[in-house]
């Protein structure tokens, strides 16, 4: 595709339920991020994979947050029992090989836990 | 830890004027340095880099210079547009890292 897509681009949970957010990353990118931007912040670094490997994960705030890369394309987030603290935008990040190339973001995903 | 410090927003400007965003940053070694850019509804895009010590990364009339002795990297722009109305975020890429560190962000408003 042309950029990072992130699906659902809303998601509104009832406490303690769980959620999947979706990255699909641009074709080639051998590299993937996910952040979570807090309203009125700047992005927290979360996960990073290189191809299918989680090199990364030093981000994630809890063992309830757990994220997945299967075929090195396409990313899964998974937030189990959500609580309101999760309520944030969370943001996928892809880039080519090289770490100085640019790294090209998708439109994020806001959750509100309710 | 790494970390990136801008200053708070929101910067209210009328079109025209001059806009400064100062960052600073802490990081040991010689980090690459950012800024991104949100428009409204939109995703973050780089807006320029500098990837060493007094390199000035430019791009659509906004200017940075990577100032080491000062841990800095403001960001300048001479004449502002109501286009240029967003969100900007610094941001560190540590020499051997792979994940960015970004500041808060700041909100500028451009009035016609």
């Known amino acids: 595709g042309a950029g990072v897509s992130q699906s659902p681009r809303y998601k509104v949970a009832k406490r303690g339920q769980d959620v999947a957010l979706r990255c699909d990353p641009i074709?080639?990118?051998?590299?993937l991020f996910w952040y979570q931007q807090a309203l009125g912040q700047g992005p927290e670094f979360l996960t990073y994979?290189?191809?299918?490997?989680?090199?990364?994960k030093s981000g994630l705030p809890s063992d309830r947050f757990f994220a997945e890369r299967p075929e090195g394309s396409v990313s899964t987030l998974k937030i189990q029992r959500t609580q309101q603290e999760d309520s944030a935008v969370y943001l996928c990040?892809?880039?080519?090989?090289?770490?100085?190339?640019?790294?090209?973001f998708g439109q994020g995903t806001r959750l509100t836990v309710v | 830890g790494d970390s990136v410090t801008q200053m708070e927003g929101p910067v209210t400007l009328s079109e025209e004027a001059f806009l400064t965003i100062n960052c600073t940053y802490t990081?040991?070694?010689?980090?690459?340095l950012f800024w991104y850019v949100q428009y409204p509804g939109e995703g973050l895009q780089l807006l320029l880099k500098?990837?060493?010590?007094?390199d000035k990364g430019s791009n659509k009339g906004f200017e940075a210079t990577y100032r080491k002795e000062t841990t800095s990297f403001h960001l300048e722009k001479g004449s502002v547009q109501v286009s240029d109305s967003a969100v900007y975020f610094c941001?560190?890429?540590?020499?051997?890292?792979?994940?960015?560190?970004f500041g808060g962000g700041t909100r500028v408003l451009v009035k016609p």
């Open positions: 994979f290189q191809n299918e490997a989680q090199l990364d």
């Open positions: 941001a560190l890429l540590k020499a051997a890292g792979n994940k960015l560190t």
């Open positions: 990081a040991t070694g010689y980090p690459s």
């Open positions: 074709s080639g990118h051998v590299s």
């Open positions: 990040a892809s880039r080519s090989t090289g770490r100085d190339t640019e790294a090209f």
């Open positions: 500098a990837t060493k010590a007094d």
